[in-house]
């Protein structure tokens, strides 16, 4: 009996035992289970999904506990899917925003970068367009500029010299020349602008609206009028595209005018940014550094114009998954910090950096060079189109745009539909 009791107590020791360790293997295997991350990125750039996809994988080399997954919607419809994700509760941890008022529909979710690493070193005219309540809530994703992308070869075959256009009136007499000489530059028209992209013609309108708010992003935002303060100009301009322009306008789209049209030599200039490179040299590699230049747009006609430098989007990180916080703020800083990250974003995705103290000479092509030169200067101007309301680019300015090219819309109407349109969409997304 004495020898059963223990017989039994020795086999209930040995089940308790096992089981003891089944659980602490069980909870080891747990314990490493959780302690690998799957970061969801949502890229609203499709031009630079490849890229992103492989900076994931250099990441996920030095750190085989995080993976990264991109998800990448955009052409127009990168805001609805992004809106999509959050209504299904499937918010991402790191999220690529469109300007002040997409920054302004999240904040809720974006948590405060300020201490980061990679927020240090901003471009301090790019600061504003990250800034939600005074909260630093979105890096910048590089320095862009914009103004007349010009053909060099054409110019050059025209026997303009670029150096001399230092105003309107030089710049206007140089489109008339080529537009006089077409036939034996090869030319279709001066201008390949995409009429049909109201996206483009937003980014035009930013030469003329930009000015008056001296780099303050948030007041851009918070404006309540649409600013005509250089409407003679604007519409000039507008007036020059209508005249010298490949016809019918409302049909040249996006990829035509950059690949084909101006690639070609088929025009001698487009009003696009430097989003344009990787394209450009994808299509023939250094044709960026022996054809492509950039003009300013000659607004104040008084020598001081510059191109225009900003970025139309930024980074933020949410607070929906507390748990991946770290992860994500850490490889956002290898981004913006990692020489084998930034090797990446110079030469592959041809991004010019969007971070102060950057050592330009790392830059493939002059021109790229010759932007940051601009951007980081004090004399800087930021572009503010990408601050207009939710909607304001597609439902007004660019269909009465469109309008006023194909001469169904007189100008004086336009700007009254315009401005009414901008201050209905700001007061209702302002909630006054």
Known sequence: MKNNFFRIAGITFMLSLSLFVLTCCSFGSQKEQNSKIT???FNQKPEISTQYQKLARLYHAKHPNVNI???TSGQGG???ALQAKF???EGPDIIMLGGLPEIDRYKEHLINLKNLQASKNIIPALVSGGLSNNRMVGIPVGLEAYGWSYNKAVFAKAGIDVSKITNYSEFLKAVQKLNAEKKQLGLEAVFGFNGGDTNSIASVSAQFTSLPYNNNLVKAFKSTTFSWKYEKQMKQYYDLIKKYNVQPILSVKYDPSVQDLFFNGKVAMIPQGNWIIPTLDGLEKGYVQKNLGML??????SGSARILTGSSWYLGITNDHPHREKAAKDFINW???SKQAQNVIINEMRFVPATKNFDVSRLPDDLSKEIYRIGTSKKAQVPIHKQYP???TNQALGPYMQRYFVNRISWSNLKKEVSAKYRQLREIQSGE
């Open 78 to 80: 990168g805001a609805a």
């Open 69 to 71: 997954q991109i998800t």
């Open 390 to 392: 939710n909607g304001f």
């Open 39 to 41: 970061l969801n990125f």
């Open 87 to 89: 209504a299904s509760g």
């Open 296 to 301: 300013p747009f000659f607004v104040k006609n």
């Open 335 to 337: 981004m913006y910090t």
